[in-house]
């Protein structure tokens, strides 16, 4: 059974930082786009960022580039968002995606593997 654990998920103060890690089982994505998305109440679930397989690629939302960065370790099937200077418009669920399907990386229908989302909370 392949499953996408996410971790590192919190409350924190505007302008603190946060680590998400995400720890596939049951199947290797190491030749696999690996991601993350958010989403908040009553709203559709919003791309963060994204990774080639090999790292040699990332892609960001607007509004989180140059204050969130994605990586990942092939050899522990895992995959990290630092999140830097939060805002309280950070604050979502945020869920962790795999194996992307081709075509627009920011759609969500595009990914085939989800987990289960870890809540981030930015307090004012």
């Known amino acids: 059974q392949v499953q996408l654990v996410e971790s590192g998920g919190g409350l924190v103060q505007v302008g603190g930082s946060l680590r998400l890690s995400c720890a596939a089982s049951?199947?290797?994505?190491?030749?696999?786009?690996m991601g993350w998305f958010r989403q908040t109440p009553g709203t559709e679930r919003e791309f963060v960022s994204a990774?080639?397989?090999?790292?040699?690629?990332?892609y960001y939302e607007d509004s989180v580039k140059g204050r969130f960065t994605i990586s990942r370790d092939n050899a522990k099937n895992t995959v990290y968002l630092q999140m830097n200077s939060l805002k309280p418009e950070d604050t979502a669920i945020y869920y962790c995606v795999a194996r992307f399907a081709g075509g627009t990386i920011s759609r969500p229908e595009k990914y085939d593997f989800w987990g289960q989302g870890t809540q981030v909370t930015v307090s004012s």
């Open positions: 049951g199947r290797t994505f190491s030749s696999d786009v």
């Open positions: 990774i080639s397989w090999n790292g040699g690629n990332t």
